[in-house]
């Protein structure tokens, strides 16, 4: 987590160099105003409010020293939405209290408030309401576990019903046997969870939590068009009801790794790309749908399929082919944890 230790006094320059070795931070992420800066060498600022747009946008999270104040006044012209935010938390000088302000849940700003309080003897101030009421907390879990977030109106339904009833949740992973508090399993119900990567909604209004596990593997013939390779990507999974949020890498052979329609296609599907040679995807155990003209032309008699599995694991869509662009998918073993 990039991080940026924000100090006004003496006193929040000593606790934000103690705070930097804690987090293994280097003492240029320490920021300050002129006086401050020169005197402890840190990066200085003349007004750091005045920088405040650019140290968001870089970084994960961000630590004031001082009033919290400060910190709402300096932040506020540059916040976007909960989703982008990054965590801002707020310190008094004397490290007495950790007050996480913005992007609790999906910033990991509680957790982090959590962390630095232990380890610098602080009482972590924490107002969300799910976790002061000890609840489940649906974007905290998504995040923590490499989930996307269906719809961030639906998960603060949830969060509100979850402080005053059980909530019910669905999976097509199997669900341990002792749920978090505020949920039940449940298969049916006006407002629910459900986990997975398909678009299941079991409920009147569906959360779905989609479990990023899916690997695609992708050819295509030479400078196809990112708008066709997105397109058979999205009809392929649409057709076997995978959301495509649930995407977290393209693979394909090394021959294509300058395949531009490819790379802004991952880029669409917010995924990684990696690329294995044709010995590398000869090498994948399995059966497969070979073609001899793909094996003269490349050196391996099908990519996209071999592809899909060596960088995912499991075949679920096996090879599909149009307008020059073939995908197949493969998925990772994955379990859920509470």
């Known amino acids: 987590m990039k991080t940026a230790l924000i100090c006004f006094s003496d006193a929040g320059a000593m606790l934000a160099q103690r705070i930097a070795e804690l987090l293994y931070l280097d003492k240029t992420d320490i920021h300050s105003i002129e006086k401050f800066a020169l005197k402890y060498g840190f990066t200085s600022h003349k007004s750091v409010c005045a920088d405040m747009g650019e140290l968001l946008s870089a970084n994960d999270a961000l630590i004031f020293i001082g009033a919290c104040g400060i910190a709402v006044r300096d932040i506020a012209p540059h916040l976007k939405n909960k989703m982008v935010d990054p965590a801002v938390l707020v310190l008094d000088d004397q490290g007495k209290f950790v007050i996480p302000i913005l992007s609790g849940h999906i910033g990991g700003a509680n957790a982090l408030a959590h962390h630095l309080a232990e380890k610098i003897g602080a009482v ?24 996307t977030i269906s719809s961030m109106k639906t998960a603060k339904d949830i969060s509100a019903a979850i402080l005053t009833e059980d909530v019910p949740l669905s999976s097509e992973f199997a669900l341990p046997e002792t749920l978090p508090n505020g949920l039940t399993s449940k298969e049916n119900g006006e407002l629910g969870i459900f986990i997975g990567i398909h678009t299941d909604s079991p409920y009147t209004s569906t959360l779905r939590l989609i479990p990023r596990i899916v690997t695609l593997g992708i050819g295509c013939r030479r400078d196809t068009p990112m708008e066709t390779v997105f397109a058979v990507v999205k009809e392929t999974l649409e057709n076997h009801r995978i959301d495509t949020r649930a995407v977290c890498r393209v693979a394909s052979i090394d021959v294509k790794a300058d395949e531009a329609g490819l790379l802004e296609c991952a880029k669409v599907l917010k995924a990684q790309t990696v690329f294995y040679t044709a010995d590398e995807l000869n090498a994948v155990p399995g059966e497969f749908a070979e073609s001899e003209f793909v094996r003269k032309t490349v050196g391996v008699g099908n990519v996209c399929e071999r592809a899909a599995v060596c960088g995912g694991g499991t075949l679920i869509i096996p090879k599909t082919a149009k307008d020059g662009v073939t995908v197949a998918a493969a998925v990772q073993e994955w379990r859920i944890e509470f």
């Open 124 to 147: 972590p101030v924490i107002t969300t309401a799910t976790d002061g009421a000890g609840k489940f907390s649906c974007d905290t879990w998504a995040v923590t576990h490499n989930c």
